[in-house]
């Protein structure tokens, strides 16, 4: 029983949750990102290690976390800083897009302006 959703929430939400995956997955080969076999391998590693993390969580990780409160509080900030330094890596790579882009694009303009 989920300690979050309601009983007769689980499975639709599980399955759309797949759902979103294949997708996903579905979308980065067809947008050229990766070939079928480094998505079916990245499938397999992403499920195995969810696999394993649930394991982990409830034998080693869940226990400890209810014994010790000081411990949730510490996981949780590190979380915070983990969320942090990944919204600024992802702001600097967006920026980095961007910038690539527009170079592109000058380069493509001024290739079109030197055919005339």
Same mark, same amino acid.
């Given at each position: 029983?989920?300690?979050? !959703?309601?009983?007769?929430?689980?499975?639709?939400?599980?399955? &759309?949750?797949? &759902?979103? &995956?294949?997708? !996903?997955?579905?979308?980065?080969?067809?947008?050229?990102?990766?070939?079928?076999?480094?998505?079916?391998? @990245?499938?397999?590693? @992403?499920?195995?290690?969810?696999? @394993?993390?649930?394991?982990?969580?409830?034998?080693?990780?869940?226990?400890? !976390?209810?014994?010790?409160?000081? !411990?949730? @509080?510490?996981?949780?900030?590190?979380?915070?800083?983990?969320?942090?330094?990944?919204?600024?890596?992802?702001?600097?790579?967006?920026?980095?897009?961007?910038?690539?882009?527009?170079?592109?694009?000058?380069?493509?303009?001024?290739?079109?302006?030197?055919?005339?």
């Amino acid at each position: 029983m989920s300690p979050v !959703l309601p009983a007769w929430a689980v499975a639709p939400t599980a399955c &759309g949750v797949v &759902g979103c &995956g294949v997708f !996903l997955t579905w979308l980065r080969v067809h947008l050229g990102f990766h070939t079928t076999p480094q998505v079916v391998v @990245g499938y397999a590693l @992403g499920a195995s290690t969810a696999v @394993g993390w649930l394991c982990a969580m409830e034998r080693v990780v869940g226990p400890a !976390l209810r014994a010790s409160p000081k !411990l949730v @509080g510490g996981l949780r900030v590190a979380l915070a800083v983990a969320v942090g330094v990944f919204a600024l890596s992802a702001i600097r790579w967006v920026d980095e897009a961007r910038a690539y882009l527009t170079r592109e694009k000058s380069l493509g303009d001024k290739a079109d302006s030197s055919r005339f």
